[in-house]
């Protein structure tokens, strides 16, 4: 690999353009109405409340019916519900914790200032430096979000302003806890020309460290890449290869294990955008350097919304860096993202079963048949443009194995009785490629049905109709194909005077 691994996410100029037209539905009152009502011990959970699918879901997806659009591209924006939702909870849940602001009483004004990434996500500091002109919120609050962000424009005049019991407060604080740096505490610190003292902190904790790099560092840690690129920024060339390819595997395990969490951290996805802003940062052998040591965690990272394509980019290395365990963990990490948020990305996983090595599909399917979490998701959606790209990449024989399976059976039996007997029809007309797998998958359905205790012969006059429409499906396809080919062969006989 001799080119630089690129950890931006670049968007077509059409995709940025319909992002930023679903965001602006976000932005309309009521439905900013419903998320400033939405309950706060849901939403401390740092998921989607319960009632999420009845009020801000329907309402935002109303919304989108009802624009002139084609339909290709509401159904790209109803699939950005979910994450963008997602987001918007874990900024407000983040800022109502970290920076207490619920008792400067805006509410609805607050979230009225929201600013946004091209990629569709909460642009956290510009949302923040927006919110400093807000003047009915108390100076306190301001200095707290200032100095979160390092927004050093305004953290000087913020500090003036403040009464002369926060400053005494802030300078009897330490501007560390155990990993983390309070910023707020660390900007007294600063403003007061104390550089000194906080030297003395740092000797002790981290001997060998400056300041900077321990602010860097612990700001990274926390999730706040606002604050860890503007201490990095800061930092001479020899500070920063000190320390950065230990920091970035550090910060890439704890992205996997969330129990390293500390009160006040940013949303945990958000170390992920620290992930990649600190390789961009280093050189392609170093990248290759923190790839080696934890290639799952490596991957892992950029399975959060919006750095799935930078995962797909990076897809032909999985053979060279993941074992099968590996590959086993990341389809689990995949499997277990969508069952949390109850949402997932079809071209995503459309795009990463077409470009992914062998191997992948093959764990994937050991993985299916004991768990067959994807595709209880994908006919729950109706998605079957998913389910057919999937098979066609998996190929005859793993799709096969897996339809040949007790509990995948068992999922289509739940699908009929949902009625969606058409999914079932489609699905088996999909994989049921030769007469000898018909016969195969149907003898074996007919004893998997032997196994219920109840309505047994109402199920299976019920499977027997559907292997009877797929055979006549079949017999109407080929007379088609027969009638066209003698056509065509027709054509090439005939004489053109």
């Known amino acids: 690999m001799k080119k630089q691994l690129s950890f931006s996410v670049k968007l077509t100029l059409e995709e940025m353009a319909l992002r930023r037209y679903f965001i602006n539905l976000w932005c309309e009152m009521d439905v900013l109405s419903s998320i400033e009502n939405l309950k706060y011990e849901y939403l401390t959970k740092g998921t989607l409340p319960s009632d999420f699918g009845t009020t801000l879901n329907e309402m935002v997806k109303e919304k989108i019916s009802n624009l002139v659009l084609p339909e290709s591209l509401k159904k790209r924006m109803m699939v950005l519900i979910i994450p963008v939702g997602l987001d918007i ?14 008792c400067d009483g805006l509410g609805l004004d607050i979230l009225k200032q929201l600013c946004w990434t091209p990629a569709g996500t909460v642009d956290y500091p510009k949302t923040a430096e927006k ?18 962000y390092c927004l ?7 500090w003036e302003q403040l009464p002369k019991s926060c400053k005494t407060h ?10 983390r740096v309070k910023l707020d505490v660390a900007w007294a610190y600063l403003l007061t020309e104390q550089e000194s003292t906080l030297d003395s902190i740092v000797a002790n904790l981290s001997p060998g460290d400056s300041f900077l790099q321990l602010a860097c560092k612990y700001s990274a840690l926390g999730g706040n890449k606002g604050g860890a690129e503007y201490f990095f920024k800061r930092l001479t060339n020899a500070e920063r290869n000190s320390f950065l390819v230990p920091l970035v595997n550090e910060i890439i395990l704890d992205r996997n294990r969330e129990l390293r969490r500390r009160a006040g951290d940013f949303p945990i996805e958000k170390l992920s955008e620290v992930v990649c802003f600190l390789l961009s940062q280093v050189s392609l052998e170093q990248q290759i350097q923190v790839l080696k040591k934890q290639p799952y965690e490596f991957f892992r990272c950029f399975l959060d919304w919006p750095l799935q394509d930078l995962c797909l980019e990076m897809a032909d290395l999985f053979q060279y860096f993941l074992s099968n365990h590996h590959y086993f963990l990341f389809i689990d990490s995949i499997a277990k993202d969508m069952d949390n948020s109850n949402h997932y990305f079809p071209n995503f996983l459309q795009e990463l079963f077409q470009n992914s090595p062998s191997i ?8 299916e048949r004991f768990h067959i979490c994807f595709f ?11 389910i057919k790209i999937i098979f066609k990449h998996l190929g005859v024989d793993r799709v096969f194995t897996l339809v040949s399976q007790r509990k995948f059976f068992v999922l289509l039996e739940t699908i ?25 998958v149907k003898e074996k359905y ?18 027997r109709q559907i292997f009877r429409d797929i055979a006549t499906a079949d017999r109407k396809r080929g007379i088609i194909e027969e009638t066209a080919t003698g056509a065509k062969k027709r054509q090439k006989t005939k004489i053109t005077f």
């Open 152 to 158: 050093v424009d305004y953290i000087p005049s913020l």
């Open 89 to 102: 909870v874990r900024w407000k849940v983040f800022h109502e914790n970290s920076v207490n602001w619920s």
């Open 170 to 179: 802030y300078l009897s604080d330490s501007p560390f806890v155990p990993s």
């Open 416 to 440: 009929i009785m949902f009625k969606k007997q058409h999914m079932v029809k489609m699905c088996l007309e999909e994989v049921l490629q030769s007469e000898h797998q018909k016969s195969r």
């Open 446 to 463: 007919m004893k998997f049905l032997s196994e219920f205790r109840t309505d047994v012969c109402v199920r299976k006059r019920r499977w």
């Open 376 to 386: 209880y998701k994908f006919f729950n959606a109706e998605d079957m443009q998913t």
């Open 131 to 148: 919110l400093l002109s807000l003047e009915a919120l108390r100076v306190q609050t301001r200095y707290k979000l200032a100095a979160l």
């Open 360 to 367: 992948f599909k093959n764990i994937f399917v050991a993985f």
